[in-house]
């Protein structure tokens, strides 16, 4: 099982990104994805999750509003639009499998990780 997120890089405050998680060795239609990110000197936090089907997705208050998650089944993809991005955002980001079909919000409720991808943001 293998999930490599790309799309991340240096953005000015107000602009966007669309990180992309592409899963391969798993049913990947069978499970919900979950996005994490970890800021330098701080611990890693949800920032979003989607179930199996997309029916159903969630967010982290920080986020709402200004991040989408998505996903294309058909291609074995998972998508992260951010835009209004802002300074505080500045985080490796990544993507990891649930264990169940839902979408889930903890670090121990996901297994397989992706490596991450770096997102800097600049005031």
């Known amino acids: 099982v293998q999930l490599v997120e790309s799309g991340g890089g240096l953005v000015q405050a107000g602009g966007s990104l669309r990180l992309s998680c592409a899963a391969s060795g798993l049913t990947f239609r069978n499970y919900g994805v979950g996005w994490f990110r970890q800021a330098p000197g701080k611990e890693r936090e949800f920032v979003a999750t989607i179930s199996w089907s997309g029916g159903y997705t969630n967010y982290a208050d920080f986020v709402k509003g200004r991040f989408t998650i998505s996903r294309d089944n058909a291609k074995n993809m998972v998508y992260l639009q951010m835009n209004s991005l802002q300074p505080e955002d500045t985080a490796v980001y990544y993507c990891?499998?649930?264990?169940?079909?839902?979408?889930?919000?903890?670090?121990?409720?996901?297994?397989?990780w992706g490596q991450g991808t770096l997102v800097t943001v600049s005031s």
């Open positions: 990891a499998k649930s264990k169940s079909a839902w979408g889930a919000d903890k670090s121990f409720e996901h297994e397989y």
